[in-house]
């Protein structure tokens, strides 16, 4: 019975913190990143995600894909966004899910007050502090020849799936932030390497965090699932600490 429990109802919302140090502590730089939202007919866990948006007041907030699966969930997604925009800046990518009722939803983003999408283009931040970031999508990242970044700017890149990163890519890129693979869903073990079996049998992305030479990667678990079953593997909301 008590799998049984875990299996059905491990449906709590969490806050995971993680933590970069670039800039030795002259930073304080905070980042809420929301992935996999898949919003049905309720807007359940928005109003635990706007709670945590109040209490942490994140200087910037990315959204790494899969944000709606029904049209009612599209129309609630869009206005959670406007709402959470005129708190903090979003950062958007398009995930695989976003297309399946057409293009309308997601595109009314376009239109909203301090949302940026990067699909196509780099954007640019500079936080309070002085220090200069890039924030580009995984395709923008690939396709340059060359990474020409200014004294103390650093590239975010914000990818869907994880499964898409090529290693030798990954050159000039600081830091990526992607979802998509909701933590295997089922998680029996964790490795020493942070990756989560049985799912790393299958992807290699399967973790939380790995560092891959100058690169961190950083995988949401997400906030919501197309198949809602989940052991040991908790919704979560990223908040990371840039020092």
């Keep these: 019975m008590q799998f049984l429990s875990s ?13 970069l140090s670039w800039h030795n502590n002259k ?5 809420l990143h929301l992935s996999d939202l898949h919003l ?18 994140p200087d910037i907030i990315v959204l790494t894909g899969d944000y709606y ?13 406007e709402r959470i925009s005129q708190k903090s800046p979003v950062y958007w990518i398009r995930g695989n899910h976003d297309g399946w009722f057409g293009l309308t939803y997601i595109n009314r983003l376009h239109h ?18 002085g220090f200069h970031y890039q924030i580009v999508s995984w395709a923008q990242h690939t396709a340059a020849t060359e990474h020409i970044l200014r004294d103390n700017e650093r590239r975010i890149v914000l990818l869907h799936n994880p499964e898409d990163i090529i290693a030798s890519r990954l050159e000039g890129c600081d830091l990526v932030l992607t979802g998509h ?23 290699r992305w399967c973790c939380d965090r790995r560092e891959v030479g100058a690169s961190t990667v950083i995988v949401s678990r997400g906030i919501g699932d197309t198949l809602p079953l989940r052991f040991r593997c908790p919704k979560e909301v990223v908040c990371l600490q840039i020092r």
Aim: charged letters at 20%; proline letters at 3%; a neutral charge.
């Design 7 to 19: 299996l059905m109802f491990n449906d709590e919302l969490t806050l995971r913190k993680e933590t």
């Design 27 to 31: 930073e304080q730089l905070r980042i």
């Design 40 to 57: 049905k007919w309720t807007g359940r866990h928005v109003k635990a995600i706007e709670n945590y948006i109040s209490g942490l007041i």
């Design 69 to 81: 699966d029904t049209p009612r969930g599209g129309r609630l997604f869009c206005e959670f966004v």
């Design 112 to 129: 909203l007050k301090n949302t940026y999408c990067v699909d196509d283009y780099p954007c640019a931040f500079t936080s309070s502090a």
């Design 181 to 203: 693979l909701h933590g295997g869903q089922f998680v029996l073990h964790v490795c020493q390497d942070r990756s989560f079996f049985p799912g790393n049998i299958l992807y």
